[in-house]
């Protein structure tokens, strides 16, 4: 079993930033994959950002390269995405999932929704004038 404790949400303008924080603890395997989903009202999830445990390898959505950055803190664990220059689009209920075990940290990118079996409760983004 693996614990997954998202945070970091909260109200911001339009082209502020905020940080989420993800920390997964519990019965971790040698690699996996680690993603943000958001979901807005009435809409599918969609991922925005993929890294796998060791943060060689990231991914992210069209709507947010450029602007997002998912990193690995410190401890190992804990993956941080970093979020610049904030839309109201971006407003959603953001999670943070991890996958079952990989072999390959390049398959981080197009595993499926699926693949992540441990979710954290979510973290509301809010972006307004």
């Known amino acids: 079993q693996v614990d997954v404790v998202d945070s970091g949400g909260g109200s911001v303008q339009i082209g502020g930033s905020l940080t989420l924080s993800c920390e997964a603890s519990?019965?971790?395997?040698?690699?996996?994959?680690v993603s943000w989903f958001r979901q807005r009202p009435g809409q599918e999830r969609e991922r925005v950002a993929s890294?796998?445990?060791?943060?060689?390898?990231?991914w992210y959505g069209d709507s947010v390269s450029g602007r997002f950055a998912f990193s690995q803190d410190n401890p190992q664990n804990t993956k941080v995405l970093q979020m610049n220059s904030l839309k109201p689009e971006d407003t959603a209920m953001y999670y943070c999932?991890?996958?079952?075990?990989?072999?390959?940290?390049?398959?981080?990118?197009?595993?499926?929704?699926?693949?992540?079996?441990?979710w954290g409760q979510g973290t509301q983004v809010t972006v307004s004038s």
């Open positions: 999932a991890v996958s079952g075990p990989i072999v390959n940290s390049g398959s981080c990118p197009v595993l499926s929704r699926s693949a992540y079996k441990f």
């Open positions: 519990g019965d971790l395997t040698s690699n996996y994959c």
């Open positions: 890294i796998d445990r060791h943060g060689d390898s990231t």
